[in-house]
């Protein structure tokens, strides 16, 4: 069966220190790849995707991940956080926007 | 900026209402989502709508109905709402951009079903 699965419901990072979040999917085909992130009281926002290409995408907010098929993963990192990284980041994979499947989200949490 | 706007940020409705959650987007996207999300399940999607009058189920759509008489309005409706259906509802819009352009999200609708 097609899946996302986010191993983490919560992590907590110091701010400045560096950032991994992980994914892994099971899916049939290589499918399309997204991260999103939901601020509290916000709607969720588009961080970075991947169709095709280079496997390191660049994404907003200084955020990056990498594709790795023969892990079937696509984990989001960031070099440094920021206490505005604070939210809850979403995974999600599918061959268009009327198929994705969603990760549980990861609750990121900011030491200061 | 894409807004889209959900009419109602919380809702407390009783067992058996009939209840109405509007989702407007001001870009002219043809695709309109309605999602709920609930905590370890991520988003599940309930309906979608690819073109005005046209609906599609997503993956669960029982208990649910939709409606979009114009291009820019995406309607959930729960008929007789149960609590079970207490949930965060989140809409959200794309253009068709090879179906897998960015999905414009509003900041959800909080439902709490008595």
């Known amino acids: 069966a097609q899946s996302v699965t986010q191993p983490d419901i919560h992590i907590t990072v110091s701010e400045g220190a560096s950032l991994e979040l992980r994914c892994n999917y099971s899916y049939g085909a290589t499918p399309y790849l997204f991260w999103y992130v939901q601020s509290p009281g916000q709607g969720l926002q588009l961080l970075l995707k991947?169709?095709?290409?280079d496997t390191l995408v660049q994404g907003i907010k200084g955020f990056e991940a990498e594709f790795k098929r023969s892990q079937s993963s696509f984990n989001l990192r960031k070099p440094s956080v920021h206490w505005s990284d604070a939210a809850e980041y979403f995974c999600?994979?599918?061959?268009?926007?009327?198929?994705?499947?969603w990760g549980a989200g990861t609750k990121l949490i900011i030491k200061p | 900026d894409v807004k889209v706007t959900q009419s109602s940020r919380y809702l407390v409705k009783r067992t058996g209402e009939k209840v109405f959650l509007e989702c407007v987007q001001d870009?002219?996207?043809?695709?309109m989502f309605w999602y709920r999300q609930d905590p370890g399940l991520g988003l599940r999607l309930i309906y979608f709508s690819y073109d005005v009058k046209m609906k599609e189920k997503g993956d669960i759509p029982e208990g649910y109905s939709v409606s979009r008489e114009k291009k820019e309005r995406f309607s959930l409706i729960l008929e007789s709402a149960s609590t079970n259906q207490t949930s965060m509802y989140l809409c959200?819009?794309?253009?068709?951009?090879?179906?897998?352009?960015?999905?414009?999200f509003g900041e959800g609708s909080r439902l709490t079903v008595l």
């Open positions: 870009m002219d996207h043809e695709n």
């Open positions: 991947y169709f095709s290409g």
């Open positions: 999600a994979v599918g061959e268009s926007n009327y198929q994705l499947i």
């Open positions: 959200a819009s794309s253009t068709e951009e090879g179906r897998t352009g960015e999905l414009f």
